[in-house]
């Protein structure tokens, strides 16, 4: 089966940085776009960053200029570097990537990442 799995993680003080990695492993045929969302307490889910598989990329408002999304097409891998941390910037984030995967049948399929707990201290 396909999944994704998140790392990088973890409790730093305001202005420090972290880098976030979503590893996509199993039966991949091919990887379209991929992105970081993320979930404060009491909040909605957003939209932190999103690359397509020709490396356009978008930001929301808020992290533009602090947060760098890449991704390593070769290893099936996605990234995100969050320099310049705030405390509203503490939430889970989550990876998303749309997959082309033959199990159980060929078919693109939308996954999800269980998510990475982010806490920034002031």
């Known amino acids: 089966q396909v999944q994704l799995v998140e790392s990088g993680g973890g409790l730093v003080q305001a202005g420090g940085s972290l880098k976030l990695s979503c590893a996509a492993s199993?039966?991949?045929?091919?990887?379209?776009?991929m992105g970081w969302y993320r979930q404060a307490p009491g909040k909605q889910r957003e939209l932190v960053a999103r690359?397509?598989?020709?490396?356009?990329?978008n930001y929301a408002d808020s992290v533009k200029g602090r947060f760098t999304i890449s991704r390593d097409n070769a290893k099936n891998l996605v990234y995100l570097q969050m320099n310049s941390l705030k405390p509203e910037d503490t939430a889970v984030y989550y990876c998303?990537?749309?997959?082309?995967?033959?199990?159980?049948?060929?078919?693109?399929?939308?996954?999800w990442g269980q998510g990475t707990q982010v806490t920034v201290s002031s």
């Open positions: 998303n990537a749309i997959i082309l995967a033959e199990t159980p049948n060929l078919a693109f399929r939308d996954y």
């Open positions: 690359i397509t598989n020709d490396d356009t990329t």
């Open positions: 199993g039966s991949i045929l091919s990887i379209n776009n």
